[in-house]
């Protein structure tokens, strides 16, 4: 009996290798589904020894270039597909499988039309995992890196629901959505960073430019006299910025490195998603925000026909908030001994009022997903409300911050400047009185 070596990946998306003892190929591949895998090649040993390169072979034999098995090392390479390509995609996925195309036929189409070198790869790849008998949701599980659980598990119940078309179409409308607030969130932080951004430049170019020749003339012009306390100061930070620049830059690299470090850890990174929802200004924003992305992904989740513990499960991994996090893991135990979700959803203290009402309205009724998702359209127009307040508060606030910075800085240069013309005025003063 032949042997195939195989190559497979499990539901985690690790790459697992073998070979197996079968009649042919389709018996292989139909024992490595039973067994929990998804292969995504499966050659004959004894062929494989025919070729001095075996790597060649099985590059041909899946159709691929050498370097696309990368791609089955590191699913998706990471970043390579940004949510902007990728919400593409899924539109136009969806258009052409509503407009009736076969799945396979619509990858295969869009594989041609795509730009993105990652994705093109990809959209190949799933392609050829779906000629091999596996499911869209299967291949779409290979690539974890670029779909995430909540992606494949929609497209699982579209699947297994038969209406794939609704759900890439809902899927779609979703990533938009997401994506048209977190343009918004960084479009109103994109000013504030641009002017702290612009002060410490100016800051710098002050303190080791300017001031220092500023301290040499005031040598000149006033031997012997103490200068005011205020010029000393800014002098005396001036020379340390000035003579130990590097030891500073370091310093605060090392400092901002720290920082981060703490940030990933479990305990840092609490805190600093509490620091977050609880800043002023910009505080009640990231609040809805994060409110906004919990009711409408377990919205849509729920109404894709995603089971509610399943659906809560990939809300708390998908959330990008521990806090949230946390408020949902509540839920998803709450559920699981069979009580209501109100309950751990108020006793979280992160949800307002009005938004525990209307889920326990909609749990009370059997409406829950539509009133998730009135939630999620009210909660988007209240980010663009305070976005648009908080913009509009910034500018003044900025401009006053930035004005302060430099105007104390100019002022400890002229204090010494004003004692001088001082001086020179009594000097005539007595000069008359001598005549």
């Known amino acids: 009996m032949p042997k195939f070596n195989y190559v497979a990946m499990d539901s985690r998306g690790k790459e697992t290798k073998g070979t197996l003892e079968v009649a042919n190929q389709n018996e292989a591949v139909g024992r490595l589904k039973e067994m929990g895998f998804f292969p995504t090649k499966v050659v004959e040993a004894e062929k494989t020894k025919e070729k001095a390169d075996p790597k060649a072979k099985g590059a041909a034999k899946s159709g691929k270039k050498k370097g696309g098995q990368i791609n089955i090392k590191i699913p998706g390479f990471g970043g ?28 295969r189409v869009l594989e041609k039309q795509e730009k993105n070198p990652t994705l093109k790869q990809i959209i190949g790849e799933l392609g050829t995992g779906i000629e091999g008998g596996s499911t869209f949701s299967e291949a779409l599980a290979q690539h974890p890196k670029v779909f995430n659980r909540l992606y494949v598990n929609m497209v699982k119940a579209g699947e297994i629901g038969g209406v794939l078309e609704v759900v890439l179409a809902r899927l779609s409308e979703f990533m938009e959505k997401a994506q048209k607030i977190k343009g918004k969130v960084i479009a109103a932080m994109f000013y504030p960073v641009a002017v702290i951004t612009v002060a410490i430049v100016i800051l710098a170019v002050l303190m080791i430019f300017v001031v220092p020749k500023f301290k040499e003339i005031f040598k000149d012009m006033l031997p012997g006299k103490d200068l005011p306390a205020f010029t000393n100061f800014v002098l005396s930070i001036s020379d340390a910025v000035a003579n130990n620049f590097i030891v500073t830059f370091l310093l605060v690299a090392v400092c901002v490195a720290g920082l981060m470090a703490f940030i990933r850890t479990r305990l840092g990174r609490r805190l600093f998603d509490k620091f977050q929802m609880n800043m002023p200004a910009l505080g009640p924003v990231i609040s809805k925000v994060a409110i906004s992305r919990f009711t409408r992904t377990l919205g849509t989740l729920v109404s894709s026909g995603v089971p509610i513990l399943q659906a809560l499960t990939i809300v708390k991994e998908t959330s990008g908030n521990v806090i949230v996090a946390a408020a949902v893991a509540a839920v998803h135990e709450s559920v699981k001994e069979g009580e209501t979700i109100t309950a751990p959803l108020e006793a979280s203290g992160v949800f307002p009022p009005m938004v525990i009402s209307m889920v326990d309205v909609g749990e009370q009724t059997g409406a829950l997903p539509e009133m998730l998702m009135k939630i999620a359209d009210n909660f988007d127009e209240e980010v663009d409300n305070a976005v648009a307040a908080m913009t509009s508060l910034l500018e003044p606030i900025m401009i006053v911050f930035l004005a302060v910075i430099v105007g104390s800085i100019v002022i400890a240069l002229f204090l010494p400047l004003i004692t001088l013309m001082e001086s020179v005025g009594d000097a005539p003063g007595g000069g008359d009185k001598g005549e």
């Open 80 to 107: 390579g597909v940004k949510t902007k390509v990728l919400t593409a995609f899924t539109r136009q996925l969806a258009t052409l499988v509503d407009a009736g195309l076969p799945l396979l036929r619509g990858l």
